[in-house]
């Protein structure tokens, strides 16, 4: 059976203090991780009055479907989806598989892009890139590849 003597338990001791030090010293200093860039919205270059109003909505999956879509958006109008302004400013619009709309911001995004969606960094899964805007007309399409697939492009055409 070995035994230690008293100054090999004082040199072993020793060593494993410094090395706990070194260990210690590795993990608190250091270059320090920059931090997380933070992705300011831009302000969107359309206006949440632009989409409040009472609106036919239909949707596609194929471009060559869109003419027959915004015919099909025009009928829905006897029922219609009504985009109201929010008390923050927003426009009141659902969510994808959220039953009851809430408050969403409009967003400007990069290259100009605009985004309707929760508070945040502009082109979250949440979020609908907006498009192809006009006085008549508006749609809207998916950043979340599986709400795109679902829900394809839509159609927002105004109500007389």
């Not at 059976?1 to 090395?19: G, I, N, V």
């Not at 999956?61 to 025009?74: F, G, L």
Request: aromatic share 6%; glycine share 8%; proline share 10%.
């Amino acid at each position: 059976m070995f035994r230690w003597k008293s100054a090999d338990k004082s040199a072993a001791s020793a060593a494993l203090l410094c090395s706990l030090l070194l260990l210690s010293a590795c993990v608190t200093s250091g270059p320090e991780a920059p931090p997380a860039p933070v992705v300011v919205s831009a302000p969107a270059s359309i206006s949440p009055d632009a989409l409040v109003g009472s609106w036919g909505l239909a949707a596609y999956h194929r471009d060559s479907d869109r003419p027959r879509t915004e015919s099909e958006a025009k009928r829905q109008c006897n029922n219609p989806y009504v985009i109201k302004r929010g008390p923050n400013g927003g426009v009141i619009m659902h969510l994808a598989d959220v039953p009851e709309p809430q408050e969403l911001v409009l967003k400007g995004g990069p290259g100009g892009a605009n985004f309707v969606g929760l508070p945040g960094a502009p082109g979250a899964p949440e979020d609908r890139e907006v498009f192809a805007v006009s006085a008549r007309s508006f749609s809207v399409r998916w950043v979340n590849p599986d709400n795109a697939n679902r829900y394809g492009v839509m159609i927002y055409v105004r109500c007389a």
